[in-house]
């Protein structure tokens, strides 16, 4: 058995857990780090949330709720329950195991603690093999420019249920930001780099707007490989496929997520897995300069997220000559 793979992925909520899900379930076999995207996070309550983190977290204990896409499975919701009574929001649901984790994480950053830190215990706690990274330890904020003005993230995305057509995305706080060193070491130790099927623009592209990042990728040894988040024409949850309209000015397809790509970040990526429904796009993505390979990339059962990441780490080997 030789070294362990070092994976490095890349992930937002939703789709990037359960990508990062495949590589924890293959063991000893894989290093695992997952850069998360933080520009979803929020305060509620005064608790510090971050939605993207907990998501990466619950899944890949084995303990994320799959109903919802998020929260803790056989959660409660007394807490919620008793602030409802007191008057007090409840658009954006933290039930009480979840509440937790806000906790534990709003006692340590507000006590002078990195994230990257508290994550490292939460996770470790939950039994967790992989390297929960935060993108940045400092604030950057998702907010989304709709018809009648600016949203923050989750007031677009959960209370409005991101209904709005999304015109225009601004990252605040990004520029004083800086990817962690662990971040930095994820990326520049890695034998495969991975984009997981994210939401291009407010998973993927928060990561990547984090000033050096994207340097960091360009000049990594590891290649780099995406997992398409759009198939057959829609994104297996939330809104890529209209953002890739409204924000990308590409269709709302697989290759027109490799055209986005390709404008938007011309040289990062060099292989494209794209579902098998839509392989008919293979020549449109291999015109980008991107190399397609065309598997089964819907992953909503752990054996389907483990069968994607043995055909990355493959794909790893075969690049690296191991
Ligand atoms: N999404 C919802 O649609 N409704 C909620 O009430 C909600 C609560 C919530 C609590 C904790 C958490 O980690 C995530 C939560 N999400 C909820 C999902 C969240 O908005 C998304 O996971 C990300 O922000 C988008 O990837």
Known sequence: MGDPIRVTVLAGGFGGARMAHGFELLGERVALSVIVNTADD???HGLLVSPDLDTVMYTLSGEANDATGWGVRDETWSAAEML????APTWFKLGDRDLATHILRTAAVRGGGRLTDVEARLASALGVRAKLLPMSDSAIRTSVRIADG?????????????????????F???????????????????????IAPSNPFVSVGPILAVPGLLTLLLNAAAPVV???????????RGPAAEMMLSLGKQPGTAAGVAA???????????ILAIDSVDAAESDAIARTGMRPIVTNTLIAAPDARRALAEELLALARQLAHR
Do not use: C, K, M, N
């Open 84 to 87: 409802e009574r007191y008057g």
């Open 260 to 270: 986005y790509y390709h404008a938007a970040y011309r040289g990062l990526i060099d």
């Open 226 to 236: 995406a997992v398409s988040p759009i198939v057959g024409g829609a994104a297996v």
């Open 172 to 194: 605040s706080g990004a520029g004083d930001a800086r990817p962690t060193p662990e971040v930095a070491r994820a990326i520049g130790t890695a034998d495969l780099i991975v």
């Open 42 to 44: 929020l305060e509620l």
């Open 150 to 170: 600016w949203l923050d993230f989750q007031d677009y995305f959960v209370r409005r249920h991101h209904a709005d057509e999304a015109l225009e995305l601004r």
